[in-house]
């Protein structure tokens, strides 16, 4: 009996101590940083930014709905519609003023129609499979906004306790809100619901976002997933952001650093960095948005044209096969060349253009080509050696199903290229031609100035 309880004791004890053996592994243990869930539909999913006042001579949600059927076809999955509030008059930039400067989060601009009309447009997307997310502005109101006189001490004040735009910015036109005020947190996401209940968007494009505190958005997500799973884009590049409360996040560094390869002031080096920082400091499963243009971009900065000259091409592409969810800026596809006015009515020129189709066959490799997918359900673009490194940009994405080969000559130069180890080698089609071509260690190629090539596996 002696012996058997011993027995026990020590296999009790040995449980024992593998217990605490795998308790203190266990805070070793890495875990998930991406607390929330994207919705399946985001997986391979491009993004359509619509200016609502310029997309259309009429400048309203019902001339935009007609348009459905062409954004679809075009590839598009998300529609982000720039803010849809009626706009302050008091300190208005221009004759109609700034969407950003919003007078009720609980209206409609009547600029661009009714409630009923925005509820039919986000039912007629929905009816054509696209998603509506609404761009948002939690960081600042309207100097009218209906809040001032209710609330006035939910507003951030300067240092004479006067109201104040964002510091530091030529935002004349807003004033900032408190979000150290707990009224503010509440009536915002209690605004933010209303437009998931009322009219069946699909989430939000955040303002700013890193201006308002992260807990903040934390908890903004978590009630509007109660409502419905949503997806949410943040005007900002952080990593904090995509722990518990946004989906995406912008590639504002991509752009840039693309911008300046083409325009003769960088190299393929800072797109180095940019892939380096997005590997190792992102988590694999937040999604970031590339682009060649947006609002900001075209009023401010100049059109797509203006930007990336002649690597705009080149440009488009990597936005699409490399990592990133891509964007298209309203007008992108017609060519556009104008900066778009921002406080005046200034309708788009709508044409037929080569764009279009490109960013057409480019859709529809990304829905179909489970590599170029987003997030960790997508793969990693891994770096593929080439003979001029300074100038060509070579990557492979890859997974048990398909494989996407890509290479591009950022360069006002014609480039000899070969390539070194064996990661690009086998059968592909070429993604221009449509022709069937073998790669091996014997592969080389000359690159025009600024050409592209991307071969997909066969």
Known sequence: MLVAALFILGCQNNTDHQKDISSEMDKYSPEQYVKISHPDWSKNAAIYQLNTRQFSQEGTFRAAEKELPRLKELGIDIIWLMPIHEIGRKNRKGTLGSPYSVKDYYSVNPEFGSLDDLKHFVEAAHDQGMYIILDWVANHTAWDNILVEKHPDWYDKDY??????????????????????????????????????????????????????????????TELDAIKPVFMLAEWESRDLHAEAFDMTYAWSWNETVHKICKGQANINGLYIYYSWNESAFPKNSYRMTFVSNHDKNAWEGTMWEQFGEGLDAAIVLSVVGEGMPLIYNGQEAGNTKRLEFFEKDPIVWKEHYISDLYKSLFALLKE?????????????????????????????????????????????????SFKEQLYHGKYIDFSTNEEVHLDEDFKLVLKPWEYKVYVKK
């Open 369 to 417: 080509n489970t590599a170029l997918w987003h997030g960790a359900l997508g793969a990693t673009m891994v770096k593929v050696p080439n003979s001029s490194e300074s100038e060509l940009l070579s990557f492979v994405r890859q997974n048990d199903k398909d494989k996407v080969f890509a290479l591009f000559n950022f360069s006002d130069k014609e480039q000899n290229a």
């Open 160 to 221: 004479k306790g006067d109201f104040r735009p964002t510091p530091w910015w030529d935002w004349s036109d807003i004033i900032d809100l408190d979000f150290n005020n707990p009224g503010v947190r509440e009536y915002m996401t209690e605004a933010m619901k209303y437009w998931v209940k009322e009219a069946n968007i699909d989430g939000y494009r955040c303002d700013v976002a890193g201006f308002v505190p992260v807990d903040f958005w934390n908890n903004v997500r």
